[in-house]
């Protein structure tokens, strides 16, 4: 179905953390400074599921536009750059030093980007058609 990738950078976790990273990931998870999750659809059915998906939760959001940018904490950076019709972006950070770039060229690309903790990196390049959400969590 969807392709599921997930990446990580090396740093100390606390126990409790490394305790639940254990329990739910390989092991090479455990020394990670940025552990991100990214789901992308592989053809064009996938694509509308995820994109469905970003819609639903954009009405839920009452998100309007085609892009939303939301910072919770400090020191945050985001940049999205759309052209062609029926994209959507969404973006949340919460902590500090985040930062995504998200470019969407063409239409109908969804994308999500959510990130937690302190100093996660994004740069997504959409060029029509395509769907993805990425979540990236840094202690």
């Not at 904490?73 to 759309?82: F, I, K, S």
């Not at 902590?95 to 990196?121: E, F, M, P, R, W």
Request: net charge positive.
């Amino acid at each position: 179905m969807f392709r599921v990738t997930a990446t990580t950078r090396p740093a100390r976790f606390s126990a409790l953390a490394a305790l639940v990273l254990t329990l739910s990931l390989p092991a090479a998870a455990l020394d990670a400074k940025t552990l991100s999750l990214s789901i992308n659809a592989r053809n064009a059915d996938e694509a509308r599921a995820l994109n469905t998906a970003i819609t639903l939760y954009s009405i839920h959001r009452d998100i309007r536009a085609g892009a939303d940018v939301r910072q919770v904490g400090r020191n945050h950076a985001a940049r999205v750059h759309q052209s062609g019709g029926g994209n959507q972006g969404i973006i949340r950070q919460r902590g500090q030093g985040h930062s995504a770039n998200l470019t969407q060229k063409g239409g109908n690309n969804g994308q999500v980007i959510l990130q937690y903790g302190n100093g996660a990196h994004a740069n997504v390049h959409q060029s029509g058609g395509q769907a993805g959400i990425l979540i990236q969590l840094a202690p």
